[in-house]
Each structure stands twice: as structure tokens, then as C-alpha cells.
């Protein structure tokens, strides 16, 4: 599908035309000093003056040109790039005046990027009034971010006013990076625990684990974090106060921290090339720059590898890590402890380009792959937005149903663990079946004591299996005391564990406790339908009695021995008001297949 793709900044315009397919660029445009006398509109080998143009009046001119240069053959939609999503946009979105409205409210969230982005989609649709105009969000990404991650240790109640949270951003790169990283390696980036840096004039580093974000470096806004070209990255918030009492205002703190500061403040310039020169002729502010650089991204680097529990690949990207082999170098010393070893002569010659997108550098023994990947935001947003345009051709396609179930807290029993609940040579017995093959709820129930709490009458479900697992809600996590991780079911590796007590004696579980993952059992057949492939995330919005609701990281699971049927939990039914008469869209692979008709039924365990 052929794609526009504009990502307008405050004085500056980029513009390009490629093929969502195969990512071929067809033609590229720029202008320069936006607003300005000078301003200049570049096309291909063609530059052409326009002074004192606004960014509507620059689109004007650039887009007819663009177009022509690629052919002239009509484009079938337009991506742009939009910095801040704030808390209502976690996916690509199709742009009406709605949406345009809550981009310019978020505006102050992200006041230097924003504006210019909604200007650049107002004058867009100005010209190209007749295809459709796709937003794609830095900050979707990590729409994922756990909890734990997003939440600064603030008065929540501050936090909710002035939407004080981590919302990230390089999402875009991140993502595409992650999954050429994926294909570098030959495997599916959902077994993947991947870090990767992004660092050029604006820097940040985020850990992906399964193709979701659930850390990143850059918080509320991009200021956070990594040492950047002028940007501090972090800094104590007591130096600020102690600024503010010596007269500096918030317009002083902000010239000094977003343009004042990073690898400008330390050396005097912001190119990485100039740095490294400089540092080589022995200046020593450069060769400090250098030094404080490398250690926020190692620092950075270690502590994501925790979060992770271990790496299996680190993946540099951006103009700084596709092009310095020195700074790959600095960063990679003394990562063997998490099994990365750098392969010197691979990081000196690589340069990742769209040429050669993806070039491991680390040694062939190496446990944690190092991979440099030359990202391509606007690849990725055009895909987006062929994807999103997909969706829109499907609209009124067959209308599929899924079956939903509510699962309340529950237990699985290894057969070893039944005999010691309820004796030895128990068999469970059955009371009614549940909607997947096989599967049953037994009459037998126990109890779950946890460090907090207890919880008497827990269901069994059977047949038994081989390892015991505990699923509980949210609400139980507290009620009990346990910190239960969300995972897909069996998956119950360095998972808390707790106290079941039946009948015939108590066991004292070390590991087994989960939330689980929202999932949709689903068979082959209905994936083809559906267009999804096991182990795929989707996203279902839920149409209630005022109170829709959008699941995200819904997993699929695809097998022959499954029926079709979603599967959530209390709290998020209740969060929902999920009913019988719910509604509700599956997205996937830029798909969107309308859910009609969802039940409240199957495997609905009392307890």
C-alpha cells in the first residue's frame, strides 16, 4: 500500500512516500527553518525558496510535489508522526476533529512537539482531504508499562490531576527495532527479553520482554533519563529548588535543562562526532561527556537486565548507536556478567543503514545477542497506518462472535498435591463441565492462605495437572499479600507462592501463584477467520451499559483442542459491567472484526 508519511516538527517538515509492503521509498521531500525567511522546500535534487511559509503553507507546496515525484499515482492513506498520546491514545488512531481535539489537548504534556504535529495533520487534510490520515503516538508503546514503572512516588492525587506518570517515548523506534532484532535472530520476539537504546540528540533505553514494553527511561516528558545532546537527562529535583530560591524561574529551567544542558552542558557541543574528535585531541570536557554518557546507558542497561530477570539481546539504534563503534564499545565493557560479549572488529565496521538494517556485533559464544538495527520510524508508521486502513476495508465484514468467560479465582492440583490436600489416591470429582474440552469443575474446593490473609472455598477445576497453579484477581493479590505476576497459564516460573489447605493436610507451595494472562481460546480454523496467529496480543473494546472499556494485551492462543471463548477475570468483568448483551472489537494484525452477541457463561468457577 502506498503511504505518506509527515512528521512535522516546530521548524521543520519531514515527508517521504514508501510501500507499507516492502518498505521501498519512492520520494522524500524536507523543508527547512519552517516560519522563517529562509525557508526551503527540498524535493528529490530540487529545492525551491519559500519564504516566511507557514507549515500549511509548506504542505501545500510539498505535498503535490511529493506525490509527483513518486509517480503521481494517489497515495492510499497518511501516517503522522505525534509525539504525546497522553493517557486516551495507546494504538495508531484514524484522525477526525475528535481526534485532533485531545492531540491539542495534550499538547501540554509535550508543548514543543505537539503544536507542530497538529499542524502539519491540520494542513494535511487540507490538501488531501480524501484519504484517510493515521496518527501513530511515540508514547503507545508503552502504553504496557506496568504499575510499578509508571507511578512516580507522588500524592496520587496530584498525579491524576496533572496526569503525572512515565509515559515514554521513541515508542515507534523501539518497537520496530525490537522486531528487526527479532528477525536478526531467526526467533519469535514473544520469547524474547530485548534492551534496547536508542540514542542520537535525544536518548532512551527501554526493556521489552515478549514484545511489550514494561520499562523505559524517558518518563512524563522526554527530559527524564539518559544524557542527551542538550537535554540533562536525570537530575536531582533538590538542585532545582535550589535553583528556583537563586531566582530561576520555569523558563530558565526549562533553557537550562532541555537546551543548556547534556552533552552540550559537559563539553560545549552536542554532535557525538565532534565529542569524540575532540576527545581524541585530549579535550578533557569532551572526554568527560564521553564518560558520562556511557555509564548512564551501562547503568541503565544493568538495572533493566534485573527487571528482566536476564537479556537476549541489546540492541543499539539511532544516530549515535547505528554510527559509534566507540560509544558501543564504552557501554558494552564489563557486560559479561549478563553473557554479552562484543566482538571488537564486528563494532568497528558495522553501520546499519536501510541497506543493511540489522548487524550483530557480538561474539558467536556470546549468550546475549548485541545487535545494532537501523530503525525506521517512518516505516513503521506507514505499516501502521496500512494496517489501520485495512481495518477500516473490513468494517463490514462477517460479523464474528466470541463467547466470554468470567473466571473467578481458582486452582489446578498436580496429582502428587491432590493426594496430599485430600489423600492419598483422591480422584477429583467432577461437577459440571466447562466450555474447553476436557476441562470440568470439580466439587472439591480449598483454602489460600497468604502472608495478609485467608481465603476459604476455592475451586478446584480438573483433570489434574503437571504442576499445581494458583489463578487469582488483583483483589485477591491484596487480600492475600501476595505480589502475583501476570502470565500465561503453566507459566509459573519465579511466581510467588502461598499455603493450600484441604481436607486431609496443608501444602506449602514455593511457586505457583498467578494473575492470569486475558486470553481468547481459539481454534485454527477461527484464527484463519479472524486473521491471528497463536501466541498473537490483540486488543478488545467492550461495549457496556456505559462503561466501554478497552483490553489490551489480550493473548491468543491457537490450538485443536480448544473452543472459541475469551477468558477474563472478576475485576475486569466488573470493570466492564460485562453482560450478556456486551459488545466489543478484536484488533490484530490490522484486523478489525466486530464481537457480537458476548456471553457471560462457560467456565465460571463459584468461590
Not at 503511504?3 to 519531514?14: L, Q, R, W
Not at 524536507?30 to 525557508?39: C, D, I, Q
Not at 507542530?116 to 484519504?131: F, H, M, S, T, Y
Not at 540489522?358 to 530503525?375: F, G, K
Request: with cysteine; hydrophobic share 45%.
Amino acid at each position: 500500500m502506498r503511504i505518506a508519511v509527515i512528521n512535522c516538527g516546530s521548524s521543520s517538515i519531514k515527508a517521504c512516500i514508501l510501500e507499507s509492503a516492502d518498505g521501498r521509498r519512492l520520494a522524500s521531500a524536507s523543508v527547512e527553518r519552517v516560519g522563517e525567511l529562509a525557508t526551503v522546500l527540498s524535493v528529490g535534487q530540487q529545492s525551491i525558496a519559500l519564504d516566511g511559509a507557514d507549515h500549511r503553507a509548506a504542505l501545500q507546496r510539498l505535498l503535490p510535489l511529493l506525490i509527483e515525484a513518486a509517480g503521481g499515482q494517489a497515495v492510499a492513506a497518511v501516517g503522522h508522526r505525534v509525539v504525546h498520546g497522553g493517557e486516551q491514545f495507546d494504538r495508531p488512531v484514524r484522525i477526525d476533529d475528535t481526534v485532533e481535539q485531545a492531540i491539542e489537548a495534550a499538547a501540554a504534556l509535550a508543548p514543543l512537539h505537539n503544536p507542530p504535529n497538529l499542524a502539519g495533520i491540520r494542513a494535511a487534510r487540507e490538501v488531501l482531504p480524501d484519504v484517510a490520515h493515521v496518527a501513530v503516538f511515540d508514547t503507545a508503546f508503552f502504553a504496557t508499562l506496568p504499575r510499578r514503572a509508571s507511578r512516580y512516588a507522588i500524592p496520587q492525587v496530584l498525579a491524576e490531576k496533572y496526569q503525572i506518570k512515565r509515559f515514554g517515548f521513541h515508542g515507534t523506534s523501539h518497537r520496530y527495532v525490537a522486531q528487526r532484532a527479532a528477525s536478526a535472530l531467526g526467533s519469535d520476539i514473544r520469547d524474547l527479553r530485548i534492551i534496547s537504546c536508542h540514542l542520537g540528540n535525544g536518548c532512551s533505553v527501554a526493556a521489552i520482554e515478549g514484545g511489550r514494553a514494561i520499562e523505559t527511561s524517558m518518563g512524563m516528558t522526554p527530559l527524564e533519563g539518559l544524557v542527551m545532546g542538550s537535554r540533562s537527562g536525570d537530575i536531582d529535583a533538590g538542585i532545582l529548588l535550589a535553583l528556583m530560591r537563586d531566582g530561576y524561574d520555569a523558563e530558565a529551567l526549562d533553557a537550562l535543562l532541555n537546551r543548556q544542558s547534556g552533552l552540550l552542558g559537559l563539553s560545549g557541543k552536542r554532535d557525538m562526532r565532534d565529542i569524540e574528535a575532540a576527545a581524541a585531541d585530549g579535550d578533557d570536557g569532551a572526554r568527560l561527556a564521553l564518560a558520562v554518557f556511557a555509564h548512564r546507558v551501562r547503568k541503565y542497561v544493568g538495572a533493566y537486565a534485573a527487571v528482566l530477570g536476564g537479556v537476549d539481546a541489546l540492541v543499539f539504534t539511532g544516530g549515535i548507536g547505528q554510527n559509534s563503534a566507540l560509544i558501543r564499545h564504552r557501554v558494552c565493557q564489563r557486560m559479561e556478567f549478563l553473557g554479552a560479549r562484543l566482538c571488537e572488529e564486528r563494532n568497528r565496521q558495522a553501520r546499519a543503514d536501510h541497506q543493511h538494517p540489522d548487524l550483530i556485533i557480538s561474539q558467536d559464544h556470546s549468550r546475549c545477542q548485541i545487535i545494532v538495527v537501523a530503525t525506521d520510524e517512518e516505516l513503521a508508521i506507514a505499516r501502521d497506518a496500512a494496517q489501520l486502513c485495512a481495518a477500516a476495508a473490513m468494517a463490514d465484514a462477517e460479523q464474528l462472535a466470541i463467547p466470554l468467560a468470567v473466571s473467578a479465582r481458582h486452582v489446578h492440583l498436580s496429582e502428587r498435591d491432590l493426594g496430599m490436600l485430600f489423600g492419598e489416591g483422591y480422584t477429583l470429582t467432577p461437577e459440571r463441565p466447562l466450555s474447553q474440552p476436557g476441562q470440568f469443575a470439580a466439587q472439591e474446593r480449598v483454602s489460600l492462605v497468604g502472608p495478609r490473609g485467608r481465603i476459604d472455598g476455592v475451586r478446584v477445576l480438573g483433570p489434574t495437572r503437571s504442576q499445581t497453579q494458583v489463578e487469582i484477581s488483583r483483589t485477591d493479590e491484596f487480600r492475600l499479600g501476595v505480589d502475583a505476576p501476570v502470565r500465561a497459564s503453566g507459566d509459573v516460573d519465579n511466581s510467588p507462592g502461598l499455603t493450600l489447605v484441604g481436607p486431609a493436610g496443608e501444602l506449602a507451595l514455593s511457586c505457583g501463584v498467578i494473575c492470569a494472562w486475558r486470553h481468547i481460546h481459539i481454534t485454527p480454523k477461527d484464527a484463519k477467520r479472524f486473521g491471528v496467529r497463536d501466541r498473537d496480543l490483540v486488543s478488545v473494546a467492550v461495549d457496556s451499559a456505559g462503561r466501554d472499556l478497552i483490553f489490551g494485551d489480550v493473548l491468543v492462543r491457537v490450538s485443536e483442542r480448544f473452543s472459541l471463548e475469551m477468558h477474563i477475570d472478576t475485576d475486569e468483568a466488573n470493570a466492564a459491567e460485562i453482560d450478556g448483551e456486551s459488545q466489543a472489537c478484536l484488533w490484530s494484525a490490522g484486523r478489525d472484526v466486530r464481537l457480537v452477541r458476548r456471553t457471560v457463561a462457560g467456565d465460571r468457577p463459584k468461590g
